[in-house]
Structure formats: C-alpha cells, structure tokens
C-alpha cells in the first residue's frame, strides 16, 4: 500500500473508529493532579480503602468491553467501505480537519513481529 495512503486511513481510522466512541465519556471526567509529576501523591478514595493511583485500573472491564466492540464494530464497516471512493473522500477528509494537531503515523518496525 502507498504510504501516503496509508497515513490517511490510519488517521481516518483513527478518528473515526477510535477517538469518537464512548472512550470520550470515559476522557470527559476530571484528570488528577499530582505534585510529584508520577501520581505517586494521588490516591482514590473508596468505601472500602484508598486505591493508589499508579495501582487503579481507569477503565472498567464493562467500559473497555463497550470501547472494543466500538472500535471493532467502526473498523469492520470501514474495511467494507474501502471500495466506495465517497466514503473513503469524506473519511479523509473529516481526519484532516479533526487531526491537525495529531502527529504524523510512523512505521513501527518492530511491533507485532
């Protein structure tokens, strides 16, 4: 595959399959603060204890199981409609306007070897 093209779907892809799910509600709460710059200051207090902030999961498993059927749910219909020339146009696009401030996809050499 062209590699221009490539960055193009990766970014749509990215935006549209990724970035606008529900993982958004999850990102809209409020983002500690931490005098340390580690979180090792920041703790979570429960009814049942305080839950270290580098030991917390952040994402409920019914969350993240929400995201992944998301995201997988998004990535199928787009890999379908990568032969409509339309979609693929309103695709890129949409990415172009919604990631300028995104760095540039790189080649990762050595994941998933």
């Known amino acids: 595959m062209d590699e221009e093209v490539a960055k ?9 399959c990724v970035r606008n799910t529900c993982i ?3 990102h809209a709460g409020i983002e500690p603060n931490s005098q340390a710059g580690d979180f090792s200051d920041a703790k979570v207090v429960t009814p049942y204890g305080e839950i270290p902030w580098n030991k917390l999961s952040r994402i409920r498993n019914d969350e993240m199981r929400e995201f992944m059927k998301q995201v997988v749910d998004r990535i199928y ?3 379908l409609r990568l032969d409509e ?3 693929v146009e309103r695709m890129n696009n949409y990415a172009l306007r919604m990631t300028k401030a995104w760095d540039e996809p790189k080649k990762l050499t050595d994941w998933f070897a």
């Not at 193009?8 to 549209?16: E, F, I, K």
């Open 85 to 87: 020339p339309e979609f």
């Open 24 to 26: 958004e509600d999850i």
């Open 8 to 16: 193009r779907l990766a970014l749509g892809m990215a935006v549209l």
């Open 77 to 79: 219909t787009v890999l």
